[in-house]
């Protein structure tokens, strides 16, 4: 826990109550109409959270390489069936955390309780942002938020997936793409 | 055949065991992995001996015999940056065409080998040959990538396309084949791709029975792949197809022998003795490089190629 503040004893009461598991490239974590009873930190690898509309399309709704947690937080909460489905778009290495363990921990450790209230709430501004910048932000600003927040993705992902996640078309991505090419290769004409 | 005919050049007396290059390992190949879904892939380097074991070369990715179906799309590795070392594919069976965002592509055909300097960084993608795809066939290449010292790794990049018409050709005595030099020296015969640092690159081309020496500085980092056929190594070790041979750092000759006909890539290099900072399709030698090159590449200074 590492910037909680958490003594080590609190966390190693409730240590036990994590799980470590390995995924490979496709696998589901979670499918959409069950009950999401863990949230996933990514220790390794590339987890897609997405959602599928009627007519059976994906919209990729959060990434989450190293580092990064995925859930369903209402599934996960209020016990309510996932719209969220999750998979495994790399080989990952994955921590699942339960709600027992917050709970173990929240009960033990105010620290903990102040730590889980900032991550909530950088959670809810991540999800402002994101809300924000699909209803109002071009597709270049769209881009380039992207690329600073997950900088290496471009190299890991499907231009489409990342399409998908911009909410834009691939075509607009790669109009984005050759845009910035023709201002910044410096090298020789950017070529079609 | 005996190995009597090598001589110790100090002594002139018969070569024994202690007079060879020492062998270090023979490894098999390891499990085959697809890049793309047009290259089905032996990773010997880095995998099996790391990456400062072979330096200057970094990637030896192998793809061995593979019978590809007939198809209406062709194969590959769609659009992928590369920045800091050389690609260096050498095709021994099939064809692929290749496309970069410098407005450089081709074919490289049977026999040939496309030397790609990508330097300070290239787009680019390689697919096989759209006649190749359609009728399907045996397909068999090398890719290596060849580091590049720091004082080169931003310089500009470019392209060497070495036909096979244009290797260099060294006959080997007693009809025993020919050594096929891409790169470097093979006594006295130059090859015609130039280099940064020292490299030698050979494809022996090998008779039943056939023998070939080979001779490199004991610091050299030299290692065989024997893509077809079998060779015996310094007239004791067996190696059989698709075995990729480490030779130990001590002075010596290679002794090969090919028990069929044969053809085996040998590659020998000055090794590069800088730190390697690499990540994916970059290779440098600090992470600041590296988190330059990320940023470099989703600003769109490697420039544009469309998928």
């Given at each position: ?190 070529k079609k | ?31 085959a992995?697809m890049v793309g879904d047009g290259f089905r892939v ?19 990715d192998y793809n061995s015999k593979w019978d590809v179906p007939a198809g209406t799309t062709p194969r590959g590795v769609g659009v992928h940056?590369h920045?800091?070392?050389e690609t260096v594919t050498i095709a021994y069976k099939g064809r692929v065409a290749h496309h970069d965002s410098s407005g450089g592509g081709g074919v490289i055909g049977e026999g040939d080998v496309q030397w790609m300097?990508a330097?300070?960084?290239v787009l680019h993608k390689e697919y096989h040959e759209e006649e190749f795809s359609k009728s399907g066939g045996i397909f068999q290449m090398v890719q290596l ?13 470019k392209y060497q396309a070495i036909t096979h018409a244009r290797m ?12 096929e030099?891409i ?10 791709a ?9 494809n ?23 893509i077809e ?34 053809v085996?890539l ?39 190629l469309e998928d």
């Open positions: 826990m590492q910037g909680s503040g958490i003594h080590g004893d609190e966390f190693d009461r409730a240590a036990h109550l994590l799980r470590t598991a390995q995924f490979n490239k496709g696998d589901v974590l979670l499918e959409t109409g069950s009950v999401c009873k863990d949230a996933f930190h990514v220790t390794k690898g590339l987890l897609r959270v997405a959602t599928l509309d009627s007519d059976g399309n994906e919209h990729i709704v959060q990434f989450a390489p190293e580092g990064w947690f995925a859930s369903d937080r209402g599934s996960m909460y209020f016990n309510e069936p996932s719209k969220l489905r999750i998979d495994a778009i790399e080989d990952s290495a994955v921590v699942l955390i339960g709600q027992d363990f917050f709970d173990a921990l929240s009960s033990a450790s105010e620290k903990f309780r102040s730590y889980n209230t900032t991550l909530l709430h950088n959670h809810i501004r991540h999800i402002q942002d994101r809300v924000a910048l699909l209803l109002g932000a071009r597709a270049d600003e769209r881009y380039q938020t992207f690329i600073r927040m997950y900088p290496d993705l471009l190299l890991r992902v499907p231009q489409k997936m990342i399409a998908s996640y911009l909410g834009i078309t691939p075509e607009s991505l790669s109009r984005v793409r050759r845009e910035l090419a023709e201002r910044n290769f410096k090298g020789r004409a950017a | 055949m005996t190995t009597d005919t090598l001589k110790n050049t100090a002594t002139n007396e018969p070569m024994t065991a202690t007079d060879y290059r020492p062998i270090e390992r023979v490894i098999a190949p390891p499990r992995h032996h990773g010997f380097l880095p995998a099996t001996v790391g990456m400062q074991r072979m330096s200057p070369f970094l990637v030896m940056p920045r800091g070392f300097t330097a300070s960084g990538w060849v580091n590049l010292p720091a004082k080169d790794k931003m310089s500009t990049p260099a050709q060294h006959a080997l005595p007693d009809n025993g084949g020919s050594m030099v790169a470097g020296n093979y006594q006295g015969t130059q090859g015609p130039t280099t940064f640092t020292p490299v030698h690159l050979y022996a081309r090998l008779n039943k029975g056939g023998k070939a020496e080979l001779e490199f500085p004991a610091h050299y980092n030299t290692a065989l792949l024997v056929g079998s060779i015996r190594v310094n007239g004791t070790e067996q190696v059989p197809t698709d075995h990729f041979v480490l030779m130990g750092n001590a002075p010596g000759k290679i002794l090969l022998e090919a028990t069929e006909q044969a085996v040998v590659l020998s290099g000055e090794p590069i003795n800088e730190p390697i900072a690499a990540y994916g399709p970059f290779v440098m030698n600090t992470e600041a490089d590296i988190r330059q090159a990320i940023e470099d590449f989703n600003q769109g200074k490697f420039g544009y």
